[in-house]
């Protein structure tokens, strides 16, 4: 039975290709991601111990306000607010480099997937994480303008609701992709120690 055609923004580009596209997207990840890990640590503090990350999911202006307190005490010029929009712009980046590796990935575990409904839900999710890259725009703009723009406000909500619904598909691929990935290992393992038992008899 043939299997269905997989579509996907990367669909045209040669499996070989692919394969160095990937490569050059996870070098990438890990440098820039090593570059925010680097800042995320300078805005850490007794309110945020998960650095920008704290404000994102503060989920209200009290919250919200209590970090950028904190941050005012702490330099009074305002410098961890310019470190986290430092940190925000680069994260921009990120996103985009991110989301592409997950949606090569999410593809590739589809490609070898031999079940039509997972291979369906591979396509699902390789589309999926584009609605998770503009949710991560969604957040971090709901951070700029947390930043930037008086309290209280709905923002803290926005954000804290854009990276939550974030995570859940970043996770769905990444599960899906791991998944995939074992189930192949697992059952070419079967194949050939069922072969050599053949062998052997």
Request: hydrophobic residues 60%; positive net charge; charged residues 15%.
């Amino acid at each position: 039975m043939r299997r269905p055609r997989i579509v996907h923004p990367f669909a045209r580009i040669q499996p070989r290709v692919q394969r160095v596209v990937v490569l050059w997207l996870a070098l990438a990840c890990l440098m820039v991601g090593g570059v925010l890990q680097h800042w995320s640590r300078q805005v850490v503090g007794p309110s945020t111990p998960l650095g920008l990350l704290s404000l994102t999911l503060a989920g209200d202006s009290l919250a919200a306000e209590r970090i950028l307190t904190e941050w005012a005490a702490v330099a009074p010029s305002g410098d961890l607010r310019a470190k986290a929009a430092f940190i925000l712009g680069l994260d921009f980046l990120f996103v985009a480099l991110y989301v592409a590796l997950l949606m090569l990935f999410c593809a590739w575990a589809a490609r070898v997937e031999s079940n039509p409904p997972l291979r369906r839900l591979g396509l699902a999710l390789v589309w999926g994480q584009i609605v998770a890259c503009a949710l991560d725009v969604v957040e971090n703009s709901a951070v700029a303008m947390l930043l930037f723009e008086p309290l209280p406000s709905s923002w803290p909500r926005v954000a804290q609701w854009a990276a939550v619904a974030k995570f859940a598909l970043i996770g769905l691929g990444a599960v899906y992709c791991a998944a995939i990935w074992a189930r192949k290992a697992v059952m070419a393992r079967l194949e050939a120690s069922a072969m050599s038992t053949e062998g052997a008899s």
